[in-house]
């Protein structure tokens, strides 16, 4: 039967949708055991100062930028009569946000080493100075995190996971010159898969 040649005509892609660019990193504390922390009204997603204003604290400069991963792990379900599995099952899930703390605060040291030191803070006086008391804890406090990158159309893209905790190695070098002080940062989401949500801003309001 007589046809068309057979050309090679791949489909169009479109540049676009090639993104790039740095993320903003954002954690709260979680109001409640489970609970996930308030987020700005959607108009304000890409506003900084609405999601400070909420409460939530922005990580600062990072050595690298912040790197995203999700893990599944998986177990294949075989019979004897084909090679192929007849079915996969996720076994776990794990999905972290790492990066590495560039800027030394003790804000960010309790972050990184699991967000449950507490602080006491002594007032300047007489034959007193002034002074901040980190004091660590291995009971790590949970956290609500939101990742906000900018999508193609110029809006914000907001990855929001309810609830993380904060506990990963933590290894800083003290070097004369060859880097600043760095402080690792391990986010792992311990919260209910189908909580975890992408928001997309994709038109302006109309009014």
Known sequence: MPGSPLLYTPPAYTTTNVIYGTGILFTAPNPSL??????PADY?????????GLGW???GATEAGVTLTFNPTVQNIAIEEQPTPVGVAVNTADLTITCNLSEETLQHINLAWGNGASTAVTA???GQPGKTVLTLSTSFATLSVALIGMNQLGF???LY???VV?????QTAFRRAAQQRLYPLTLTAICPYNSITFSDLTAVATS
């Open 44 to 52: 304000q997603l890409g506003v900084g100062s609405a999601w400070t």
């Open 124 to 126: 300047a006086g007489a």
């Open 34 to 39: 489970g609970v996930g922390a308030t987020v």
């Open 156 to 158: 914000a893209r907001v």
């Open 57 to 59: 604290s922005f990580v």
């Open 161 to 163: 996971i309810p609830t």
């Open 166 to 170: 904060s506990a990963g190695q933590v």
